[in-house]
């Protein structure tokens, strides 16, 4: 048996369990693990561990793991942080193979609580013992009464069997699966609160439950992304073993950007990069939580489809269904009546449909047959990528005529029809629950609907990055600098990788002043040479347009003003000039290490106002030229590129070009940050050039001791 395969037993199919800390006095919540496992059937055998109790809720009690009639599997230990740690090493002395922790006050409570957590990671460590949490709430299998939580919603006297495995970071959501479950008649095969993660990570769970014959989809409640790279290997094999993953994770916030060197770090926020990574893994995220608890039958049992869906849309009531059309449309997907053919197939058939963006029913006549007729002919009409059902009071009070013919039509037709998705516009649970016993996708309202929708569309497999292939010249760049870069430094470094870059011309300030004749064509572009001043237009350090000498000098002593009372310990290295050029557009192409998911490159409307429209498309680096291509079509902005209004058309071939050769820079992982702003985009055959750029590597931070641009709080 694998190492998969034993911790899927010893987590889900533990044939004696203990619970360490239960207490006799029933409903408190160290009580309600044993209530629990006797109220749900359990068929192992249950010892709970209470060394001051004779009995635990009529159960024979133990005062400690030693004193067991025999080793088991499984431990919940629901006592305070500190016995908790104590009962964490009895556990490893009697070859526990796996433990849950309720207690909290480890690694969200800070330095301290993170050093308390490293503790109890040394104690398993290496021992065969695996832990779930601390900050659990216990994990269930609902196909053996395995109820090892101590969450109050699974008091019920019997729980829903289904065949979503839920994964939930947060331990009170597990509850909620289940209550909001059980009054549309969706059950579950297993939940988990894996609360800190301090051992098993969702992505380790999950992968121990890909071969479960009960699971056929997962669904993540995530509040941030731990153990980027065992949730990856998760989310492979799940799609290789055809079982969807659908998630929804809170923090769409971009807390922490504050902190970064560069634009491209103020744009892109954990939820940007946690977005990225989870479309590369293809898992389906929602934004809507109803949605991902009425979701799954839309991807179970259904390949990727990679393309945007026209929605064929059929309904009792208008307004209901204008609802859900609105809601698509703001997904950009259309909405559109039964097609042509189809309606040439039902007129023969007696049934006269209107041509029209949705179908509807109500004076055609909702009775069970006419309704099974149009269903059965669109699930396998060539031209229906999915059924949008959106019924009325008919589903409360005439289930039997709109929903029992849908209900029908599915069962009957053949595996690879046309998905179908209802959406309930009155509180009709009779029709839920049939929906629901049926595997069909119900809706109680039209943002879930669509939003589920949305969600089944942009499904795409799993993406394998390749390797980063970063030149020799640049890689030797990278290993010579050893202090901060200035943008000098940058350009050469981009200019390594294979970017164009303008040219330009270092001058000393004296030089300048003094009226050295200087060897320029003017109009120039003017700059202070920097390492302290990353984001010279907020310092005042740039000037543009400059047509003389003497222009020129006297830019220069309005940015030395300027950048003096920005950051009045910046260094001044020089003036930069450069030529001043005329382009189609300007973008932003941006590299950042981030913390939870790795390297992500950005690509974005480039220039001052970048943060302010936030129009940008990220993906985990390094990306192909092929697939820096399909960023480019995600930034409306970039409309600006490609003709519009007469407009000429810039050369997106190169920018695509640059954009992949940027994203090799995340090889190795010394590169915390690089940026060009901006790019500047030439006509269409005229390529590309960088004239501003940033970068940080992990040597060069560490050489610098709070940098004097840090003083001024964030550069961006």
């Given at each position: 048996?694998?190492?998969?395969d034993?911790?899927?037993?010893?987590?889900?199919?533990?044939?004696?369990?203990?619970v360490?800390?239960?207490?006799?006095?029933?409903?408190?919540?160290?009580?309600?693990?044993?209530?629990?496992?006797?109220?749900?059937?359990?068929?192992?055998?249950?010892?709970?561990?209470?060394?001051?109790?004779?009995?635990?809720?009529?159960?024979?009690?133990?005062?400690?793991?030693n004193?067991?009639?025999?080793?088991?599997?499984?431990?919940?230990?629901?006592?305070?942080?500190?016995p908790?740690?104590?009962?964490?090493?009895?556990c490893?002395?009697?070859?526990?193979?796996?433990?849950?922790?309720?207690a909290?006050?480890?690694?969200?409570?800070?330095?301290?609580?993170?050093?308390?957590?490293?503790?109890?990671?040394?104690?398993?460590?290496g021992?065969?013992?695996?832990v779930?949490?601390?900050?659990?709430?216990?994990?269930?299998?609902?196909?053996?009464?395995?109820?090892?939580?101590a969450?109050?919603?699974?008091?019920?006297?019997?729980?829903?069997?289904?065949?979503c495995?839920?994964?939930?970071?947060?331990?009170?959501?597990i509850?909620?699966f289940?209550?909001?479950?059980?009054?549309?008649?969706?059950?579950?095969?297993?939940?988990?609160?894996?609360g800190?993660?301090?051992?098993?990570?969702?992505?380790?769970?999950?992968?121990?439950?890909?071969?479960?014959?009960?699971?056929?989809?997962?669904?993540?409640?995530?509040e941030?992304?731990?153990?980027?790279?065992r949730?990856?290997?998760?989310?492979?094999?799940?799609?290789?073993?055809?079982?969807?993953?659908?998630?929804?994770?809170?923090g769409?916030?971009d807390?922490?950007?504050?902190?970064?060197?560069s634009?491209?770090?103020?744009?892109?926020?954990?939820?940007?990069a946690?977005?990225?990574?989870l479309?590369?893994?293809?898992?389906s995220?929602?934004?809507?939580?109803?949605?991902?608890?009425?979701?799954?039958?839309?991807?179970?049992?259904?390949?990727?489809?990679?393309?945007?869906?026209?929605?064929?849309?059929?309904?009792?009531?208008?307004?209901?269904?204008?609802?859900?059309?609105?809601?698509?449309?703001?997904?950009?997907i259309?909405?559109?009546g039964?097609?042509?053919?189809?309606?040439?197939?039902?007129?023969?058939?007696?049934?006269?449909?209107?041509?029209?963006?949705?179908?509807?029913?109500?004076?055609t006549?909702?009775?069970?047959d006419?309704?099974?007729?149009?269903?059965?002919?669109?699930?396998?009409?060539?031209?229906?990528?999915?059924?949008?059902?959106?019924?009325?009071?008919?589903?409360?009070?005439?289930p039997?005529?709109?929903?029992?013919?849908?209900?029908?039509?599915?069962?009957?037709?053949?595996?690879g029809?046309?998905?179908?998705?209802?959406?309930?516009?009155?509180?009709?649970?009779?029709?839920?629950?049939?929906?629901?016993?049926?595997?069909?996708?119900?809706?109680?309202?039209?943002?879930?609907?669509a939003?589920?929708?949305?969600?089944?569309?942009?499904?795409?497999?799993?993406?394998?990055?390749?390797?980063?292939?970063?030149?020799?010249?640049?890689?030797a760049?990278?290993?010579?600098q050893?202090?901060?870069?200035?943008?000098?430094?940058?350009?050469?470094?981009?200019?390594?990788?294979?970017?164009?870059?303008?040219?330009?011309?270092i001058?000393?300030?004296?030089?300048?002043?003094?009226?050295?004749?200087?060897?320029?064509?003017?109009?120039?572009?003017?700059?202070?040479?920097?390492?302290?001043?990353?984001?010279?237009t907020?310092?005042?350090?740039?000037?543009?347009?400059?047509?003389?000498?003497?222009?020129?000098?006297?830019?220069?002593?309005?940015?030395?003003?300027?950048?003096?009372?920005?950051?009045?310990?910046?260094?001044?290295?020089?003036?930069?000039?450069?030529?001043?050029?005329?382009?189609?557009?300007?973008?932003?192409?941006?590299?950042?290490?981030?913390?939870?998911?790795?390297?992500?490159?950005?690509?974005?409307?480039?220039?001052?106002?970048?943060?302010?429209?936030?129009?940008?498309?990220?993906?985990?680096?390094?990306?192909?030229?092929?697939?820096?291509a399909?960023?480019?079509?995600?930034?409306?902005?970039?409309?600006?590129?490609?003709?519009?209004?007469?407009?000429?058309?810039?050369?997106?071939?190169?920018?695509?070009?640059?954009?992949?050769?940027?994203?090799?820079?995340?090889?190795?992982?010394?590169?915390?940050?690089?940026?060009?702003?901006?790019?500047?985009?030439?006509?269409e055959g005229?390529?590309?050039?960088?004239?501003?750029g940033?970068?940080?590597?992990r040597?060069?931070?560490?050489?610098?001791?709070?940098?004097?641009?840090?003083?001024?709080g964030?550069?961006?």
């Amino acid at each position: 048996m694998s190492d998969r395969d034993d911790l899927r037993k010893a987590l889900f199919e533990p044939a004696a369990v203990a619970v360490i800390g239960a207490s006799d006095e029933a409903g408190k919540i160290a009580a309600r693990p044993v209530e629990f496992l006797m109220r749900h059937g359990f068929a192992g055998e249950i010892f709970p561990i209470n060394p001051r109790r004779d009995t635990v809720l009529g159960r024979k009690a133990f005062a400690s793991l030693n004193a067991l009639p025999r080793k088991v599997d499984q431990a919940y230990i629901v006592l305070p942080t500190g016995p908790a740690m104590q009962a964490v090493e009895e556990c490893v002395r009697h070859g526990v193979k796996a433990i849950s922790i309720l207690a909290d006050g480890f690694a969200e409570l800070g330095e301290q609580g993170l050093e308390l957590q490293r503790k109890l990671i040394a104690l398993v460590q290496g021992t065969g013992t695996r832990v779930v949490g601390p900050n659990s709430l216990g994990l269930v299998r609902t196909w053996n009464g395995l109820s090892m939580t101590a969450n109050a919603a699974f008091a019920h006297d019997k729980l829903n069997t289904g065949g979503c495995t839920v994964l939930s970071q947060s331990g009170s959501l597990i509850g909620t699966f289940v209550s909001r479950g059980r009054t549309r008649g969706i059950g579950f095969a297993n939940l988990v609160s894996v609360g800190n993660e301090a051992d098993l990570s969702i992505g380790e769970i999950g992968d121990c439950l890909i071969d479960d014959p009960e699971t056929d989809t997962f669904l993540l409640f995530l509040e941030t992304i731990r153990h980027a790279d065992r949730l990856a290997a998760f989310a492979r094999r799940a799609a290789a073993a055809g079982k969807p993953v659908l998630a929804y994770k809170l923090g769409r916030s971009d807390i922490g950007a504050e902190l970064a060197v560069s634009h491209t770090g103020a744009l892109v926020g954990s939820d940007a990069a946690a977005d990225a990574l989870l479309r590369d893994l293809g898992i389906s995220r929602v934004n809507i939580f109803e949605a991902l608890l009425e979701g799954p039958p839309l991807l179970r049992g259904r390949a990727p489809r990679g393309t945007r869906p026209t929605v064929t849309m059929l309904t009792t009531t208008g307004g209901g269904a204008a609802m859900v059309a609105d809601q698509l449309g703001t997904f950009g997907i259309d909405v559109e009546g039964v097609g042509e053919a189809s309606r040439a197939v039902l007129k023969d058939k007696g049934i006269v449909i209107k041509p029209g963006r949705i179908a509807d029913l109500t004076l055609t006549g909702t009775r069970y047959d006419t309704v099974r007729t149009i269903v059965d002919e669109l699930l396998v009409a060539p031209d229906t990528d999915i059924i949008v059902s959106v019924i009325g009071s008919s589903a409360e009070f005439f289930p039997e005529q709109t929903v029992a013919p849908i209900v029908d039509a599915v069962k009957a037709a053949k595996p690879g029809h046309a998905p179908v998705a209802v959406s309930l516009v009155p509180q009709a649970e009779r029709a839920m629950q049939m929906l629901a016993e049926a595997g069909i996708a119900c809706f109680r309202t039209s943002e879930s609907c669509a939003d589920a929708i949305r969600a089944w569309a942009e499904r795409r497999p799993p993406r394998v990055p390749a390797a980063p292939e970063l030149p020799a010249a640049a890689a030797a760049l990278i290993a010579a600098q050893k202090g901060a870069w200035t943008e000098r430094d940058a350009l050469t470094l981009f200019a390594a990788c294979g970017i164009a870059t303008v040219k330009q011309d270092i001058v000393s300030v004296e030089d300048v002043r003094s009226g050295k004749p200087l060897d320029l064509s003017f109009p120039v572009v003017a700059k202070l040479l920097s390492a302290d001043l990353p984001h010279k237009t907020e310092a005042g350090a740039v000037a543009l347009g400059i047509g003389s000498a003497q222009e020129l000098r006297a830019a220069v002593e309005r940015m030395l003003a300027s950048a003096k009372a920005y950051a009045p310990g910046a260094r001044i290295d020089g003036v930069m000039l450069q030529r001043q050029l005329s382009a189609v557009g300007e973008v932003l192409v941006g590299l950042r290490e981030d913390p939870s998911v790795g390297p992500v490159i950005t690509v974005g409307m480039g220039g001052i106002t970048t943060e302010i429209y936030r129009d940008i498309a990220l993906r985990l680096a390094p990306v192909t030229p092929a697939e820096a291509a399909e960023m480019l079509d995600d930034v409306r902005g970039f409309a600006v590129l490609k003709g519009f209004r007469g407009r000429p058309r810039g050369d997106l071939a190169a920018l695509a070009e640059a954009v992949s050769r940027l994203s090799q820079l995340c090889a190795g992982g010394l590169v915390a940050e690089a940026e060009i702003n901006p790019l500047l985009v030439m006509t269409e055959g005229h390529g590309v050039s960088a004239v501003d750029g940033l970068v940080a590597t992990r040597a060069s931070l560490n050489s610098i001791a709070g940098p004097s641009w840090m003083a001024n709080g964030s550069p961006g």
